[in-house]
Every structure is written in structure tokens, then in C-alpha cells.
């Protein structure tokens, strides 16, 4: 990777790209930092210490702080991702969506243009929720329908305007310019995570325990992380022949190829569909002032639904929602892997153009064998992001730690952006070699 980075700054083309991308970021940083007008500064302080906090955690690390500080770019780009998923899941549904996504470029073009709509509109509908309901709480110093207005206006904007940032950077910069700028939110995150590890392990010890300390907590964070590439990185090579035909006085066909199915194959979506799952009862009592109260029954059950009770060797009885968060990570899997891999398609495809799986006869029969390829990797990607996202639960629950936003989550995404950016700018760097030769 950063010998791959230190190639891309030796050319030109690649280097003005770069230093779009790290300007924008900057600008993303500076917005941050920029409160909207009106709302209590220590408000938020006071939330995120309550154990309501502990829903948005996830939402706040996604925001690179800007929620926690209730920035004009608190909503960052989860209007985005949100409709770009409910577009792509329309798209199955609605035949002219499908249709438009099959239609080469200028379909493509339509489809995003629909996916900025949406944005606004989930955004405008978000920050309208989120003023109102945090505005009840105390959040505004005066709670009147101007401030709820100019709240709702500035969230809007401020979702709208990454978006825009993010485009920039997908055409003038490096990567997806969506997922760099997740990327760098989460990032951005880690000084807080390494001072809350500090003061929880460290603080007030020898320096000979303190370097103990931190050499095991550098074993595991590594250890998770190699783990975590070798998940993303790892997939299924199924061999595909295809026949050999005589056109004319030439021979045509006959090579073999390959088709990669990665063993994660949803990636992260499954972890973000749970989480948000089931976080959704905790964020919807928080906006209506509800402190969890476990002396309750319904208290009992959010408690159990937050990963902040999970764990602790002093509730163990409130670690049953594991199981819920996993069953709901593994149906997750399945109906995202559904919906972005269509076994039949490929396998009429196939079929149409002559090619075959050695051993396996075209049509019914070759769907079949990749559909119970993808139920064996479905499974094994599952648990795989299962042990991912449980292990720092699992550590957090141990040693009492709330505030860390470096989950498992966090780390499959960063794992994912960087390695998807390391491949784009590799393969510029191959197109500008290629130019330079022709």
C-alpha cells in the first residue's frame, strides 16, 4: 500500500489527484468543527455519557465525531449510503429500475441522479427527526420553530454538500470518493480510541507494565486486522471451460477462466443491517428523553438490544441479545448475498456463451452447484464477520470500555475502502504507463 502510494506520487496526473482528495478531506475536517446555530454545546457531552449514547455510537464513529459534536456535517453520508442501498434493493423490484441499471451508462447516470434525490429527502426527513426529538430534550438553548427550522435546513445542507464532496472526489481524486470519505470519519476517531485505551489500561502505571500493555494491545489489534484482510481477501475460484468452436478457417473458445466469488461475500452490510437493527428501539426512546431503567421489563429488553450490556462479567443475564444480533447478522448475509448474486442469471449466461464448470452440465444443474457453493460461503463469511464484530464487544463488555469506536464494524470498512483504493490507484498507474507507451 504505501509502496504503492509512494509510486502514484512520483506522477503527475496522480499526485494533483491525491492532493484534490487530502484538500477535500481538510474541508471535511474544518465543517466538523462548525456547531449549528443554536444548539447546546454541552448537551451532547451529557448524552453521550447517559447510556442512550451507546446507540449512537456506531452513527457517531460513521460521522468522524461531527454528531457527537452536532456539527453542520452531523448527518455526514448516511443519507447516501442508506438510499443507494434502498435503490439498489428497489432495483430488483421495480422492473424500470432494473432496466435503467442494465442500460450502460446513461443508466447509470439516472440512477444516480435518483439516488441524490433520495438523499435529500431521507436527510431532510432525518434532521426534521432529530431536531425535533433531541429538541424536546434540551438540545436547542431556546427551543422555538426558528432554530428547529434553521436545524433542519443546516443537517440538510450539510448531507447534500458531502455527498457533493464525495462525487468530486469519485471523478476528480482517488477511489469512491462516498467510501474515502467514511474512511476518513472513522479515522479520524482513532487519537479518541487510543486516549480512552490509555486512561482504561495504562494510566497510572509503571512504564515497564505500560509498554507490556501496549505491546499485547498492538498483538491484538494486529491480529484482528490480519484476520479481517484475509476475510475480505479471500475467495472462491470456480473454473469455467468454455467450448471450443470452428468459425470459418479459425478455431475460437476453448480457454479457461475463472469466477470469483468472495467469501464475504456481503461484506460489512450484514454488521451495519444488525447493528442498526438493533440500536432502532434505543434511538427511537432517546429522542423522547428515555433513559434505560433495568428495574423494568421494558428496560430489561433494551438493555438487552444494547451492546453496552453485553459481556459484563456483572450482568451476564442481558448477553442473550447476542444471539439475537447474531441470528440477525446471518439472515443479513443471506438476503444481502441474494439480492447481489443471482446464481441463475450466471448460469444462463454461461450457457449462452458456451461455457461450462468441469463436471457440472449446463442450466439447472450449474445453478444448483453455485447455489449450495454460496450457501457453504455465505456460512463461513457469517462467522467470520461475527468473531470480527463480537471480539472488541466481547473486550469492551470485559473492561467496562463505552466509548471505543474502533468496533469490528469500523474495521471491516476500513480494511475494505483501503484496499479498494490501493486497486483503483494501482490500475490508474497501469492506464498511465499504458498511455505513455501508445
Not at 81 to 97: E, F
Not at 333 to 357: C, H, Q, R, V
Request: net charge positive.
Amino acid at each position: 500500500m504505501f509502496k504503492t502510494l509512494q509510486n502514484a506520487l512520483k506522477m503527475k496526473e496522480l499526485r494533483g489527484r491525491l492532493i484534490f482528495t487530502f484538500l477535500m478531506l481538510l474541508v471535511i475536517r474544518f465543517g466538523s468543527q462548525l456547531p449549528v446555530p443554536g444548539v447546546d454545546p454541552d448537551y451532547f457531552a451529557d448524552f453521550f455519557n447517559g447510556s442512550n449514547g451507546d446507540a449512537f455510537n456506531l452513527f457517531n464513529a460513521m460521522t468522524g465525531g461531527s454528531f457527537e459534536n452536532f456539527s453542520i456535517l452531523a448527518l455526514s453520508i448516511s443519507p447516501y449510503i442508506t438510499s443507494s442501498i434502498i435503490i439498489q434493493l428497489l432495483t430488483i423490484a421495480i422492473p424500470k429500475l432494473e432496466e435503467l441499471q442494465q442500460d450502460g451508462q446513461e443508466g447509470r447516470k439516472k440512477i444516480a441522479e435518483i439516488t441524490r434525490y433520495v438523499t435529500v429527502g431521507l436527510a431532510l426527513i432525518q434532521s426534521t427527526a432529530m431536531s425535533i426529538g433531541f429538541g424536546r430534550s434540551g438540545m436547542f438553548e431556546h427551543y422555538t420553530w426558528y432554530n428547529v427550522v434553521v436545524c433542519v435546513i443546516t443537517l440538510t445542507a450539510g448531507s447534500a454538500f458531502l455527498m457533493w464532496v464525495g462525487e468530486r472526489i469519485t471523478e476528480k481524486g482517488v477511489g469512491n470518493g462516498i467510501s474515502v470519505v467514511l474512511l476518513y470519519n472513522i479515522i479520524s476517531r482513532l487519537p479518541d480510541d487510543a486516549i480512552t485505551i490509555y486512561e482504561t489500561f495504562m494510566s497510572g502505571r509503571s512504564i515497564a507494565v505500560q509498554i507490556l500493555i501496549a505491546v499485547f494491545v498492538i498483538a491484538i489489534l494486529l491480529a484482528i486486522l490480519g484476520f479481517t484482510v484475509l476475510l475480505n481477501a479471500a475467495e472462491r475460484r470456480i473454473p469455467v471451460q468454455y467450448a471450443q468452436k470452428v468459425q470459418g478457417r479459425r478455431s475460437v473458445g476453448g480457454r479457461s477462466t475463472y469466477i470469483p466469488v468472495k467469501v464475504n461475500t456481503a461484506n460489512v452490510m450484514p454488521v451495519i443491517f444488525a447493528s442498526s437493527l438493533m440500536s432502532m428501539p434505543q434511538i427511537i426512546g432517546s429522542f423522547f428523553g428515555y433513559q434505560i431503567d433495568v428495574t423494568t421489563i421494558g428496560g430489561k429488553i433494551m438493555a438487552m438490544l444494547s451492546s453496552n450490556y453485553w459481556f459484563r462479567p456483572s450482568l451476564p443475564f442481558y448477553s442473550i441479545g447476542v444471539v439475537v444480533y447474531v441470528a440477525l447478522l446471518i439472515v443479513f448475509a443471506y438476503f444481502y448475498t441474494s439480492i447481489s448474486f443471482n446464481p441463475l442469471e450466471i448460469a444462463d449466461n454461461m450457457k449462452k456463451s458456451g461455457g461450462f464448470i468441469p463436471g457440472v452440465r449446463p442450466g439447472k444443474p450449474t445453478s444448483d452447484f453455485l447455489n449450495n457453493m454460496l450457501n457453504h460461503l455465505i456460512i463461513i463469511g457469517a462467522v467470520g464477520l461475527t468473531i470480527i464484530a463480537l471480539l472488541p464487544i466481547i473486550l469492551s463488555g470485559i473492561f467496562n470500555i463505552t466509548r471505543l469506536s474502533f468496533m469490528g464494524t469500523s474495521l471491516i470498512i476500513i480494511v475494505s475502502v483501503v484496499l479498494e483504493t490501493a486497486k483503483s490507484i494501482e490500475s490508474k498507474m497501469v492506464a498511465r504507463e499504458y498511455e505513455s507507451i501508445f
